[in-house]
């Protein structure tokens, strides 16, 4: 077994709305609703039967970095980069004036509450999306000011989907600033993505999460965002990668029967682009064709992510998986689980 540190690009802590309040400015501040939309009431743990899931929940920000910390000591992880559970979902706050506040009350939460308490985790932010001038005065002042390595953004309640020019704002200043967007997959107001007609938790998880990803990556790939922004960071995260021969397959065959016409900025085929570009994938280790895929792409890309503490996590497994994988080489693994993230992140 590679024993090489580790970076965990794709961990999660559980922001607590009372928590995000006392940032809130005024007059929101007197506001008692809750800072972002709901969802159907799925079981998520399955009646708090996933034991990692159900220890975390109800923590406090300082609890939840020992615990993390633990972790850490324990597997070898250097650094860990932690999404928020909810907070990407304000940008569905259809009140554009109180997204933007949420969003800097809860940037300003994950600075003060989880960051400073560590020189090894590092929680992202959130933005306000459907104002994409207000959301890079954001992410420049998060980043500037709080110290934010990166901001999560979800596939579903968006204006636009992401590759429209709308959002050039925001990628101008994350471009400019170096800091990674985080596309993360999510379930959460997912019958936009067609899952009304779903029964399940597990099948509306089971579709919604690729499926929101892949509509983001069509539209920011064909609209040309990484020619438009060549130097712009973007991660996608938590469908594991090996949709990636058979989706970019597919871009190509329009691309080059259409491409002219509907994708006139790219001037190569979109598994090129790709190729050539700052995009970057986090992996499951147990994916039968990861091999495959990581040779397509270019080992370059792809990342390692735990999950923790969702109740879908297979953590520790998924690390000592990778670290163990028999087919990959040990330059692919140090790759996968230390460099890219350590330039992605500019750890």
Known sequence: MARFPVIDTDGHVL??????????????????????????????????SFEMARQWKGLSAAEQVDRWHKIMDEHAIEKAICFPTGSGNIAKNQEVPYQIAVARASNTHFAKEYNARSDRLFCVGCLPMRSPKAAAEELRRAVVELGLKGFEVLPTG???????????????????????????????????????????????????????????????????????????????????????????????????????????????????????????????????????????????????ASDIPHWDNEFPGNLEHLRDHGELSTDTKEKILYKNAKELFAL
């Open 158 to 304: 968006l204006p636009l989907a992401l590759g429209d020019p709308f959002y050039d704002p925001i990628y101008e200043e994350a471009e400019r600033l170096g800091v990674v967007l985080g596309i993360h997959g999510t379930r959460n107001t997912s019958r936009e993505l067609g899952t009304s007609g779903l029964a399940t938790f597990s099948e509306v998880h089971s579709y919604a999460f690729p499926v929101g990803i892949l509509l983001q990556f069509t539209s920011m790939v064909c609209q040309g965002l990484p020619i438009r922004f060549p130097k712009l960071k973007l991660a996608f995260l938590e469908i594991g990668a090996t949709w990636l021969p058979y989706y970019l397959d597919r871009l190509d065959e329009h691309w080059e029967k259409r491409g002219k016409y509907e994708m006139p900025l790219l001037k190569k085929k979109p598994s090129d682009v790709v190729r050539e570009s700052e995009m970057y994938f986090s992996v499951e280790p147990g994916e039968s064709q990861l091999v495959a895929t990581v040779d397509y792409v270019g080992a370059r890309h792809f990342l390692f």
């Open 15 to 48: 922001e607590r709305q009372s928590d995000i309040r006392k940032y809130l400015e005024p007059p929101w501040s007197k506001r008692p609703t809750p800072l972002w939309p709901g969802d159907q009431p799925w079981d998520n743990d399955m009646m708090d």
